[in-house]
């Protein structure tokens, strides 16, 4: 049992952290092609790799909770190969981000580690939705849940109500934690995905389903209660 991996969600090779605990995942077409030694394969073993295009960097969270990942680590991360916790310790491309040691003192004292929430000021969650995708998607996320989780449509519409939420799909917390949101994510994503059409969206609206993730983990995040530390990316 290792204490911590952070998966690095990528899809092109780069310079990515001198740590243990920093573990790249190749994602998307061209995880065959960047075959590496000591780098995960999202297309690997039990995955969703096809829906890349629009489940976005779930398919490297998907992998990795369906192939041992989580139960090999105490604590499991999500970042990008771009974004990265701040911290002190690690330098990377003259950027210094957060070392497994800072993130386990972190968790010492707080249930997850999350970037600091995006604020849209002049309107909610909600209708920052429907101005920049399509609401009709967001609003048949909020029939499945109240279909297959209705304790969860408190949390769902105070998140769609207010101004701040984080983004990225970005995290650090336990393994049972993120074990037991996938468990709660993906039925969500994958019964949406039976029940819209995304034939006609273009490349960047077909990410529907990493974007209603950023928006749900908030959810679930605000009805577990959970603690957190804020910190910039």
């Known amino acids: 049992m290792q204490k911590l991996t952070v998966l690095v969600i990528t899809h092109k090779d780069y310079e990515f952290p001198i740590s243990a605990c920093y573990r790249p995942i190749f994602v998307g077409k061209r995880a065959n092609a960047l075959k590496n030694e000591g780098f995960y394969q999202d297309n690997s073993g039990i995955n969703i790799a096809e829906k890349n295009s629009g489940f976005c960097e779930l398919t490297g969270l998907y992998w990795a909770w369906k192939n041992g990942v989580f139960e090999n680590n105490e604590y499991v991360g999500l970042v990008h190969y771009r974004r990265y916790f701040a911290g002190k310790a690690l330098d990377l491309k003259k950027k210094q981000i957060a070392s497994e040691s800072e993130l386990l003192t972190i968790l010492e004292k707080y249930d997850v ?3 600091r929430k995006r604020n849209y000021f002049i309107e909610s969650i909600y209708s ?8 009709k998607d967001l609003n048949c996320t909020r ?5 297959l989780h209705p304790e969860y449509i408190t949390s769902f519409d105070a998140i769609m109500q207010g101004r701040k939420i984080h983004i990225y799909n970005m995290f650090v917390m336990s393994s049972e934690k993120a074990s037991e949101y996938c468990e709660w994510l993906f039925p969500i994503l994958f019964e949406l995905e039976r029940r819209i059409d995304i034939t006609q969206y273009d490349s960047y609206q077909k990410r529907v389903f990493g974007f209603i993730a950023e928006r749900l983990f908030n959810v679930w995040l605000v009805y577990h209660q959970l603690t957190f530390c804020e910190i910039p990316v």
Do not use: C, G, T
């Open 128 to 135: 920052h939705y429907q101005h920049a995708h399509h609401v």
């Open 143 to 147: 029939e499945i849940i109240s279909e």
């Open 113 to 115: 580690i999350l970037p």
